[in-house]
Every structure is written in C-alpha cells, then in structure tokens.
C-alpha cells in the first residue's frame, strides 16, 4: 500500500513539472519551429491617442486591504506613499508627462479637509460591516500639499477622482438615491486654485455606473450630478485659459447606462471614462491561459468599440479613456501581473485600445497590488513599466490599421512614430516555441492572402542579438528593435531583458536607458519565442505620418 502512494506523489510530481515548464520558452529544448509571417500596415491613419497616452493609477486602499489571504497594497497609498522616494520620482520623470489618476475604489469614501471641520480627519479603519469594508476616511490639506508639490516636480499631469456617494442615500437594493452633494469637492476645488495647483482633469465616481461595484447611481442622476460638476468647474476656474476636463463615470461598460448618460451630458462631459478587468479575479488559476489565448485578448475589444459606437452616434464632443486596468480585480495576482507574461495583456490592450479611439489607458496601478508597474516594496520597476516606457517613447498619436499573416499566435499593431516620420510596428509572439521571421508590407493588406511556412530548426538557448553601435547612421538601410524577453525564458520572471540585458534601476535609483539595436532592412524581424518587440523604422514614409 505504501509503495502505491509513494508512485502516485511520484507521477503527481511528475504532472506538476511538466505542466509548469509549459510556461516556459520553449527554445530551452533546442526545438523551434520558424515561421514565415507579413504585417501589412495601411498608410493612412485608422485612429488618433493623445501624446500622453500612457497613465497610471494611484489608489487608497491602506495596508489591511487584503485579498484571499495576502495583503499586497502595503504603504502605497495616496495617504502613505513615500513621496521621497528617488525611484519613484524617476519612474514618473521618464516619462515627462506621466498622466496620474489619483482614485479607486474608496475614493467615494473620502471626505476633504477643509476649515469648517468640526472633526478629526481620520483615516480609513477596516470594517466587514461598512461599505466597501473600510469605514470613512479623510485626506488632510497637508497631505494633499505633499502630493501636488511631488507631482509637479516629478512631471505628471493629476487627474482626481471626486466623492461621488457624498450626500447620497444607500437603499436596500444597493441603489443610491438623491444628488451628489458638492459642497465637499467644492471646498477641496477652492482650496486647489487657491494654492496654484494644477489638475489635468476632475472625475466624478468611481464604479457606480451600470450594476455598479457595492452601490449604484442611475445615469440620469448622475448626468444631473456631472452638470452640477461642469458648473462648478466653469464658475471656480473662471479666467483659466485652460480649464480642467470633466470626466465620468469610471466604472464598467455596460452599454444601456452609458448610451444614457452620454445623451443626457452632451455639453457638460469632456472625457467618458470606464475601467476593464477582462480576466476575471486574482485568485483565478487560468490567467495565463487566458492572457496566452489570441481568440481571449481580441474579445476584450467589445468594450472598446461598443464605447466608441455611442460616442459616434451621439452629439458628445467628449472621447473616451480607460481610467483603471487592472486586468485581474482584487488586486491581481503574484508572479502573473506583476510578471513578464503580462506585457502580452498589458501591450496588446493598449494596442486595441488605441485602434478605437481611445485617448488615455490609465494602468492600475503606478504602485500598489500586485499588479503595480512598480515594486509594492522596493520602488523597483516590473517589467510592464518598461513596456509602458517604450510604447511612450517610441509610439506616435496616428494609429495605422494593421493586420498579420503567417501565425494567430502574433499581435501586431502600428503606430506613427513618436521621433520621426516612419512608423514604429509592435509585435507581440504568444507562442513559446516558434520563432516568427516577419517582413513589413504597406501595400493593400485586403490583396495578401494567408502564407505560411514553417520548417523545423535547431537553435540555441540563448537568443543572440547582434549589436551595433548607436553612432551608426540610419540611412534608410537600418532599423531600430527592442526586443524584450523574460529572464532565464521564465513568463513569471520579474526580470525583463532589452535586447538581451536585463533592464534594473541602478544604485542611484535611475531609470536605466532603452537603448535599441540597428538591424539592416534587408532582414527580417525575428521575433522570439515568448517575447516582445518594437520596431522603429524611420525611413517607411506613410501619408498620415508625414
């Protein structure tokens, strides 16, 4: 009987190695297919971001916000981050301007210092029995001091998420009645123009739209609540050449509420925001599978063009963002979004995002959770936010309609360069045992039919980037590519590799260069297995990059 269990844990073992070296590139066992494939990218533009199109979230969930048993916020909070921080500063100087969208869930649980206060400001306490689970909390005037000093200095545009249940009444089905009581917000709004601050954008709520996430608010109220907003904004801002955006609601799509409340806001809304978590929770065992899955990523796209339906239908002048994405809600999970392997998510969103229009992608978040573009404890940068660095410096406004033959297992997207009149071409290889040999088309892609063309070749381990140096004229013969893989060819690594070397803060806390390797037009673009890579090639001039 013993020797029978001892051969069952045995093969268990044996079940478990294998499944798990599943997510591992395939080339460590020598064997890769190679695979011939076109992008073929049309030379007029399909949709237009902002410059700033890349922003991330900081959120209010204190240290005791748990999540199946682990507690991964820390000290990230609007309330305790370390503001002196070297590597914090630096991350969000890199980008120069980092959109910054300070909010989530318990915003609508804040109330704002202000002179009148009778009360303590205290800050928020776990509670089963509340709301959300926390009770109250409060943001002190000194604290927010802190914050707009930081921000200014660091290089990002604020964008704040206002109380939104403030004055509202919880019924018993989740649904809150009554108007929005401003007089909080207002004072806060005062206070900011009074001390010089600026704020890119105010926002109303945070996930009240549709079902709502613990309340509800119908979208009529609401859009009488955002007209209130706009006034407020127009009376307080008065004599600003520039005055701050109006957005709303930064929930979840649900297209019958939004159709609503966007005809119901036709002058009093600048931006419609609203949050994608399309992998489901944290806790879910088969997010790589889903973040692996081509037909999986492509279905996210329902919200994107569902929104940009409405707004075309509409008299809106208002665009759209996403104001939070997370990928994985209740705070993601370790080792997965915070991980190389979320890069394919994470850039592929933004990506299909950008393809409908939308002008901002706001990541959750900068810090914090486990799925911060920043390490919850050391500051240190995990690999998205060095995906998110090269998208913002490498890819322009112009969005080119793109398509690709050859594997299903490519993601491909095209933008106007950000530094040139070329284009800048994103590929994005979810197969972990093909390398892709892609070539570059900007004729009629509808006239291409499918080729491939596959042969079996040995390899090495290791991928081999040749280097040149960066005095190297680009004459129109050479192009730029930044290829990122995982340390060791472990998704789950925290470690990302540019061209090979790994990218880390150095001892002084610096964001390390993203320095490209020339490669000669005449080749193709080999993408690795299991990797990611931008290609800028300046000397493609197409119409809608001139």
């Known amino acids: 009987m013993g020797c029978s269990v001892f051969n ?3 093969w268990c073992l044996i079940f478990w190695l294998f499944c798990h070296s599943s997510h591992i590139v395939g080339s460590q066992t020598g064997n890769v297919d190679v695979v011939q494939g076109t992008v073929f990218v049309n030379g007029t533009a399909a949709a237009k971001t902002d410059d700033d199109f890349i922003c991330a979230t900081l959120d209010w969930w204190p240290p005791d916000k ?11 909070s609007l309330l305790n981050l370390d503001l002196n921080n070297t590597i914090l500063f630096n991350a969000i100087k890199a980008f120069s301007p980092l959109k910054i969208r300070l909010g989530g869930t318990l915003q609508d ?3 704002y210092e202000s002179k009148n206060d009778h009360q303590p400001c205290s800050p928020f306490v776990k509670n089963s029995l ?7 909390g409060c943001l002190p005037m000194s604290r927010w001091d802190e914050l707009n000093v930081f921000f200014k200095n660091a290089g990002a545009a604020v964008v704040f998420g206002l109380n939104a249940l403030n004055g509202r009444k919880i019924g018993s089905d989740g649904s809150a009645g009554r108007a929005w009581n401003s007089t909080n917000a207002e004072s806060l709004m005062r206070y900011t123009v009074n001390k010089g601050y600026t704020i890119h954008g105010w926002e109303l709520g945070n996930e009240l739209s549709g079902g709502g996430v613990g309340t509800r608010v119908a979208a009529d109220q609401y859009a009488s609540d955002i007209i209130s907003l706009q006034h407020i904004v127009e009376n307080i801002y008065t004599g600003f050449e520039v005055k701050p955006l109006v957005l709303a609601p930064g929930g979840f799509f649900d297209e019958n509420w939004f159709s609503e409340f966007i005809d119901k806001t036709p002058e009093s809304l ?3 925001s609203h949050h994608i978590y399309n992998l489901g929770p944290g806790v879910d065992d088969h997010l790589i599978d889903k973040i692996l899955n081509a037909s999986y990523l492509t279905s996210g796209s329902q919200a994107f063009s569902g929104l ?4 075309q239908n509409s008299t809106s002048s208002a665009v759209s963002w996403v104001g939070e994405a997370g990928g994985a809600y209740n705070s993601g999970r370790n080792l997965v979004t915070n991980a190389f392997v979320f890069s394919f998510w994470y850039l592929d969103q933004l990506g299909m995002a950008s393809i409908y229009n939308t002008k901002t992608y706001c990541r959750q978040t900068l810090i914090g959770g486990n799925y911060g573009l920043l390490n919850t404890d050391t500051y240190v940068p995990n690999p998205d936010y060095y995906s998110a660095l090269l998208w913002h410096r490498l890819m322009g406004s112009n ?3 793109t398509s690709f033959s050859g594997t299903t297992k490519i993601r491909a997207y095209t933008h106007c360069s950000k530094s040139s009149q070329g284009i800048t071409v994103l590929l994005i290889n979810l197969d972990g045992n093909t390398t892709v040999k892609v070539q570059v088309s900007t004729e009629n892609a509808a006239s291409h039919g499918a080729v491939t063309i596959q042969q079996q070749q040995q390899q090495t381990q290791k991928t081999k980037f040749a280097r040149m140096s960066r005095d190297h004229k680009v004459d129109g013969k050479t192009r730029e590519e930044y290829h990122l893989t995982a340390k060791d060819g472990d998704i789950h690594s925290q470690i990302m590799l540019l061209n090979g070397k790994i990218l880390t803060v150095n001892s002084s806390g610096e964001i390390p260069p993203l320095e490209p390797i020339n490669v000669s037009m005449q080749d193709p673009i080999t993408v690795a297995p299991f990797s990611i890579v931008f290609v800028d090639i300046p000397s493609v001039g197409l119409p809608a990059c001139a």
């Open 109 to 111: 649980k804040v109330i």
């Open 399 to 401: 969005v080119l309609s």
């Open 270 to 272: 600048q931006v419609v």
């Open 308 to 311: 940009q339906r409405i707004l």
């Open 130 to 136: 509340e709301l959300l689970g926390f009770s109250q």
């Open 8 to 10: 069952l844990l045995f």
């Open 66 to 76: 748990c999540d199946y048993g682990t507690c991964s916020w820390g000290s990230a």
